[in-house]
């Protein structure tokens, strides 16, 4: 009887580790803690150009995570790409005249996009879209253009 | 000549008959499971605990010093970089995506697969299985199930188990011995490790965790029924196991990739 028991505790114990290990593991190496939660709504954005944004990118405000890219997609009517990203529902003041950049975390970083808000008393609802957009910078242009600079002499 | 070709054609009749008869055994073997997972549990539980939780020993100091390995050889090569900051997520992914599964599953192979396949084969020369045959009582479902499921279900575990504890074991060399930053270290993984690469590890350790379990219990219940042949039977399950593991992880890797 003693001996079963014995067995059945470390049966338990041990299943209980395995699950508890695997839990720790998926909140603590990935973000789905910081994951958004709850009420969402959808919003848009054009680029000239997205660099090398990818989905579930984070959507950053003041530098604090407020929503996700949830897509990517290219407008053949307008050449231009549209960027569609879900935002808390708790984050509903966000004026509407608010601008949009695609900006590079660190060096080497992943890109992400940063809403710098606007002055407009009227705030940003579902499927809204941004209008003001700065798209990513794009290193060969850059040197490009420094080159071209360099040419005027200037 | 010819008879070269006549020896390679029946070695590959044999190779491709031993494969068929697994394939057979595991669905024989599937198809019980369901119903042996809710009426005898008890059974499956028991060998959980010989087969899973007796391995944890193996399976934590392992892991201890891979992660710990890991941490120095990353933190050594990351320097050169100025990138040590970044120790944290070279860990985390090859861990979770690579070292974990298959070094786990090699392990077990070695820890427990060989147990599963000596007990079976033993069983099979000591007239056992024929015992409960003469008593109506079919060992597949008596004694094979339970030992697989038992182990398929150990192996995904202890694999999440071994994760962690090389990922402290790097953290303890990373952190509190090479001086990387301890928020810098955690918060670094957590943008470039997506969920999907957990799950990564997880498919690959429960695809490991049922190939390892249905070659072990298969050589075993085939086993030659002398000492020679259940000696033959665990050293095969081991060799066998660690050739399948690593052959399905390119396989996996390449389809989820």
Known sequence: ?154 | MNRLFVDLWYAFRNFLETFGAMQLFLLRILAYSPKTLFTRFRLISHEIYSIGAMSLVIILVCGLFVGMVLGLQGYDTLSQFGAEEGLGTAVALSLLKELGPVLTALLFAGRAGTALAAEIGLMRATDQLSAMELMAVDPVRRVVVPHFLGGAISLPLLTAIFNMVALFGAYIIGVSMMGVDSGAFWSQMRPYVEVADVMEGVVKSIVFGVAVSVLAVFEGYNAFPTAEGVSRATTRTVVISAIVVLILDFMITAILI
Do not use: C, W
Not at chain 1, 18 to 43: C, H, M, N, P
Not at chain 1, 58 to 68: K, L, Q
Not at chain 1, 124 to 130: C, F, G, V
């Open chain 1, 1 to 154: 009887m003693k001996q079963t028991r014995v067995v059945e505790f470390g049966t338990g114990m041990f299943v209980l580790l395995g699950f508890a290990s695997l839990f720790f593991l998926i909140l603590k190496t990935t973000d789905v803690q910081s994951d958004i939660r709850g009420e969402t709504y959808e919003i848009t954005a054009r680029f000239e150009n997205v660099g090398d944004l990818k989905l579930r990118a984070p959507v950053t405000m003041a530098g604090v995570t407020i929503g996700r890219v949830t897509a990517i997609s290219f407008d053949s009517e307008r050449l231009e790409a549209l960027v569609t990203m879900r935002i808390a529902e708790k984050f509903d003041k966000i004026p509407s005249d608010t601008d949009a950049s695609i900006l590079t975390a660190g060096l080497i970083g992943g890109q992400y996009i940063g809403l710098s808000p606007g002055f407009s008393e009227e705030y940003l609802a579902d499927n809204s879209e941004i209008q003001i957009t700065h798209s990513a910078l794009v290193l060969e242009n850059l040197i490009g253009k420094f080159l071209v600079k360099l040419g005027e002499g200037g």
